[in-house]
């Protein structure tokens, strides 16, 4: 076993006492107020994803103060699900803490056992491969939840593949798919009697085609796709402030002269 380091942390009974006092409010909200006492699993679900997706748009505006706020948000939401499953003794925190930490051993031999892995993708194969195991017979992508995105699930089904051994060797080969998928799709728009279902699929070929270059060239898909949403808002916002500062409204408007804005937009934002 390789020597672990462990820098001490000079706040470590400080952090311990503040999750203590989460669960005492936790447990003190549960049997005192009325909204907390009626939540259940699925009633919190939603609230969790949305959380989920505000702590997302933190992280993406690099917003350190909102982050912040939304690990807490999430942390309140993930003590919550466990208390009310404590309620019927299937489980509590600490069994949710426990079951984390052996799985991070067991996945780790490479710091707490005998193998070897010294680079970033050996450690992801050994993952998947430990993970298999653990799930007995389940295949190597039954592990993606059918609910995620289906940008999201594309990026996991093609991680978990190469995980097993099965991806391309050299991103050229997978930009020569790129283009090949970009073939069919205009094909069938092209076509004599254009089929939309045909369009749908091989369009959906061709984004699948273009989520698996990225990771060639560690672009994350879904970052970047967010990215571009958030500058097209910024400079379709300037266009309609500006505009109507001018007097004009976009329903009158000629596409010339929206591109005029739209041009002036983009020297804001890059």
């Not at 470590?12 to 107020?33: P, Q, S």
């Not at 466990?82 to 003794?89: D, F, K, L, P």
């Not at 930490?101 to 070897?116: F, M, N, T, W």
Request: one cysteine or more; a negative charge; aromatic letters at 8%.
């Amino acid at each position: 076993m390789p020597q672990i380091i462990s820098t001490p942390d000079p706040r470590r009974a400080e952090k311990l006492a503040a999750f203590d006092r989460l669960l005492t409010i936790m447990d003190e909200l549960r049997e005192n107020c009325p909204w907390d006492k009626k939540q259940t699993m699925e009633s919190l679900r939603h609230l969790t994803i949305e959380e989920t997706y505000e702590l997302g748009d933190a992280i993406l505006n690099n917003d350190l103060a909102e982050i912040r706020k939304e690990i807490g948000d999430i942390m309140l939401h993930l003590v919550f699900y466990a208390r009310i499953a404590s309620e019927t003794n299937t489980f509590d925190i600490a069994d949710v803490l426990n079951g984390l930490c052996d799985k991070l051993v067991s996945r780790h031999p490479h710091i707490y056992g005998e193998a070897q892995a010294d680079t970033e993708e050996q450690v992801k194969k050994n993952w998947e491969s430990l993970k298999l195991k653990e799930k007995g017979n389940k295949g190597v992508l039954s592990g993606v939840p059918s609910s995620l995105p289906a940008l999201i699930k594309a990026m996991r089904i093609q991680e978990k593949a190469r995980g097993a051994g099965f991806d391309w060797d050299e991103k050229d080969q997978v930009w020569e798919k790129v283009q090949e998928e970009l073939g069919e799709f205009q094909a069938e728009t092209k076509a004599e009697i254009v089929d939309s279902k045909k369009v749908e699929g091989e369009f959906g070929d061709l984004l699948f085609s273009l989520i698996n270059y990225s990771r060639f060239i560690n672009v994350n898909p879904e970052e970047a796709l967010e990215r571009t949403n958030k500058k097209f808002i910024q400079r379709f916002s300037y266009l309609e402030t500006e505009s109507k500062a001018d007097g004009k409204q976009l329903s009158t408007m000629t596409l010339d002269e929206m591109n005029e804005y739209w041009e002036k937009a983009k020297q804001f934002s890059k």
